[in-house]
């Protein structure tokens, strides 16, 4: 602990200073006007902004979802080609292609 009585009152004005400042509403709402100023001055809203603003995760996922679309239908023209223009590998039981 200090044992100078100017290096107490200088921590109890910083201590006083950080309550101040952590619970003064009307210091709070200055800085955020000062901030919301600062945004509507200096922004356009372009596309490219409007992109910049969609958050990271949603174009992950919204890639591994089409890179998921592809395999798969690159997966089922595949299944179709080797199985004669059939969808199923299995043979076919109906009435129709009985004969083939």
Known sequence: MPTNNDEIERIK???EQQIRVRYDPNEKK???NQIS?????GTKVTGRSVLKDIPSK???AL???LIGAVLAWVGLRLS???N???LSA??????????R
């Not at 100023?37 to 001055?41: G, I, V």
């Not at 299995?90 to 004969?99: D, I, L, M, T």
């Open 80 to 82: 179709i080609r080797a």
């Open 58 to 60: 949603v174009w992950w």
């Open 37 to 41: 100023a600062q945004r509507r001055q």
């Open 90 to 99: 299995g043979r076919c039981r109906c009435v129709a292609c009985e004969g």
């Open 84 to 86: 004669g223009g059939r």
């Open 30 to 32: 200055a800085k955020f």
């Open 13 to 15: 004005r910083i201590q």
């Open 63 to 65: 890639g591994g979802g």
